[in-house]
T-cell receptor
Framework: DGGITQSPKYLFRKEGQNVTLSCEQN?????MYWYRQDPGQGLRLIYY???????QKGDIAEGYSVSREKKESFPLTVTSAQKNPTAFYLC??????????????FGQGTRLTVV | GENVEQHPSTLSVQEGDSAVIKCTYS??????FPWYKQELGKRPQLIID?????GEKKDQRIAVTLNKTAKHFSLHITETQPEDSAVYFC???????????FGAGTRLTVKP
């Protein structure tokens, strides 16, 4: 299972604290994504990035922030402003805009629990 | 933005029977429609995809159909096996956009 790596697998946070989830890929993909997975709600898009130093809000960006300083890395920060942060977070990457095949490759996910 | 709806949310079939999962999308500009399978505790993985220039695509026991006029597409699994049990997600996006939106998922259970 190489290619795209998320860390840590499990993360616990106290209320009021910010926390950063790591996502690294060595697939030379331009596009990267963050999704949140809740039971019965599928995969909801938080942020996506088509290229370095560029990113766009998805459907549920409030309370989250991202950066894309390097092609390989797309960290997600869950801030204290996120009202219900306990969830399973999935990072993904794909070749990028303009490519015929836009299959997304997913990381193993990070389960965040607020305690 | 794109809105993808998926039905049913759960589906239980007997081994050997067929399973059909349906999705609708809202953005007529969407032209790429992948299906992902997520086994328990694992990451989603692409199982089949279809582009808007074709109406049907098959890969062994799996097929996907697309009706662009009605803006819906479906996943068909024939001769189901217990290892087909998983959550299946449909998605829609455009080739020159990385704004991929997923359906809510269907939990398929195949009873032996």
């Amino acid at each position: 299972d190489g290619g795209i790596t998320q860390s840590p697998k499990y993360l616990f946070r106290k209320e009021g604290q910010n926390v950063t989830l790591s996502c690294e890929q060595n697939l030379n993909h331009d596009a990267m994504y963050w999704y949140r997975q809740d039971p019965g709600q599928g995969l909801r898009l938080i942020y996506y990035s088509q290229i370095v130093n560029d990113f766009q809000k998805g459907d549920i960006a409030e309370g989250y922030s991202v950066s894309r300083e390097k092609k390989e890395s797309f960290p997600l920060t869950v801030t204290s402003a996120q009202k219900n942060p306990t969830a399973f977070y999935l990072c993904a990457s794909s070749i990028g805009a303009g490519a015929r095949d836009t299959e997304a490759f997913f990381g193993q996910g990070t389960r965040l629990t607020v305690v | 933005g794109e809105n993808v709806e998926q039905h049913p949310s759960t589906l239980s079939v007997q081994e050997g029977d067929s399973a059909v999962i349906k999705c609708t999308y809202s953005d007529s500009a969407s032209n790429y429609f992948p299906w992902y399978k997520q086994e328990l505790g694992k990451r989603p993985q692409l199982i089949i995809d279809i582009r808007s220039n074709v109406g049907e695509k098959k890969d062994q026991r799996i097929a996907v159909t697309l009706n662009k006029t009605a803006k819906h597409f479906s996943l068909h699994i024939t001769e189901t096996q217990p290892e087909d049990s998983a959550v299946y997600f449909c998605a829609a996006s455009k080739w020159r956009s990385n704004d991929m939106r997923f359906g809510a998922g269907t939990r398929l259970t195949v009873k032996p």
